[in-house]
């Protein structure tokens, strides 16, 4: 019981930062769940990331059930899932009231325009971390660069870049 707790807590605490979507937040992710808490290890963390850019649904939500099914089973997940959620809730209906009230606000905008670099530095300092565990060879610099050039010059789906990264995988790291 007491891990549920400490579980929803700490996703609690993560939930109430979770500005800018999945990727800004995985810094604070990787912070509370591999460094603070030492849940999981930061390879687990990596594939962790994978495996919830993979599945349906927000990157926060998935990393959150997926780390609390893996601590305590079913209730972990819940715990983890209540978490990261719960925060937001309350911050939407204050948000939505507040934004309405002062729309037109210059301050509220301002702070706005201070939020949008901040979100990028959160998600260029997530992109690294998992960048220095990933790629640690030439044959995964490989991936990651025809992974990127995919992204950018044709319009495939992710989950083709995805597949076609596996497919490279497994023939790059077995052949070469």
């Not at 929803?8 to 810094?27: R, S, V």
């Not at 309350?90 to 301002?110: E, H, N, Q, W």
């Not at 960048?131 to 991936?143: V, W």
């Amino acid at each position: 019981m007491r891990m549920l707790i400490e579980m929803f807590y700490t996703f609690a605490k993560i939930g109430a930062f979770n500005f800018g979507g999945g990727y800004a937040i995985l810094p604070l992710i990787e912070k509370e769940i591999v460094i603070n808490n030492g849940w999981i290890g930061h390879q687990d963390f990596i594939d962790l990331v994978a495996l919830s850019q993979m599945t349906p649904g927000p990157i926060s939500i998935n990393s959150a059930t997926f780390i609390g099914y893996k601590l305590a089973g079913f209730w972990g997940a819940a715990a983890g899932t209540l978490g990261i959620v719960f925060p937001a809730f309350f911050i939407v209906i204050f948000a939505a009231t507040t934004i309405r009230k002062y729309r037109d606000s210059r301050l509220l905008g301002c702070a706005f325009l201070g939020i949008r670099p901040a979100v990028i530095g959160l998600i260029t300092a997530a992109t690294l971390s998992v960048g220095r565990a990933s790629i640690t060879d030439g044959k995964s610099f490989l991936i990651a660069g025809l992974t990127a050039v995919m992204v950018f010059k044709t319009k495939l789906n992710p989950v083709i870049i995805i597949l076609i990264s596996g497919a490279l995988g497994g023939i790059i790291f077995n052949v070469l």
